[in-house]
Structure formats: structure tokens, C-alpha cells
């Protein structure tokens, strides 16, 4: 999910954001070890909704997961490439649809 800051930004820039997260993120009551996850399939429903040229850009992020599995697993450069390469693989899957992606990793 957004957060309420990004979304303003978004928004007053005259987009849309729409959140793509699972369905355990907004349900506040459930739990879950990690609400952060991508719902892909509903992210696919909507590009093909609206079409990949009406859909301005994929924002992406893989901070809180590292936050919320703790800073041991986060620190460990084989789990970092993993999630890095994750984040690659979707942006490149966005790339072929012609869709622009927001890509929150930073390579050191």
C-alpha cells in the first residue's frame, strides 16, 4: 500500500494510485507474517483493464519486507540479490508491456 505521503504526491500530480497489495494488508484484524506482498494477479487485471499505455508507472519497494524479516536477513548479501533480482524480474516483465517502473532498490 501506499504510503499517505506517496499517495498525495501522486494524486496532486493528477494519477491514481492504486494499491496492489494482498488482501491480508487491509484487513488490520488478520494476521499475517508479512502484508506487504504484490497481488500480481490483480496487478495484471488492472494493466489489462487499462490498458499498459494508461498506466503511468509501477512503484516498487522491498524495504519494509527487509525491515519486517529483521536486519540479520537483511544484511545478508545471497538474500539481497534474491529480492534484488525479484525486483528486476518484475521490471522487466513491466518493461516488455511498456510500462514504466519506480525502482526502489539502491546498488552500492
Known amino acids: 500500500m501506499f504510503f499517505d505521503t506517496t499517495r498525495a504526491h501522486v494524486e496532486l500530480a493528477g494519477a491514481r494510485a492504486i ?3 494482498v488482501a491480508e494488508a487491509k484487513d488490520p484484524s ?3 507474517p508479512f502484508k506487504g ?3 500480481v494477479e490483480k496487478m495484471e487485471k488492472i494493466i489489462l483493464e487499462y490498458g499498459p499505455e ?8 522491498s524495504d519494509l519486507e527487509a525491515l519486517s524479516i529483521g536486519l540479520y ?3 545478508n548479501e545471497d538474500y539481497l540479490k534474491y529480492r534484488i533480482g525479484q525486483m528486476e524480474y518484475l521490471a522487466a516483465r513491466l518493461d516488455e508491456a511498456g510500462i514504466r517502473a519506480c525502482d526502489m532498490v539502491l546498488i552500492c
Do not use: S
Not at 54 to 61: A, P, S, Y
Open 30 to 32: 488478520k494476521r499475517a
Open 19 to 21: 494499491d496492489c497489495v
Open 73 to 75: 536477513e537483511g544484511l
Open 54 to 61: 494508461n498506466v503511468g508507472l509501477v512503484v516498487m519497494t
Open 37 to 39: 506482498n504484490m497481488d
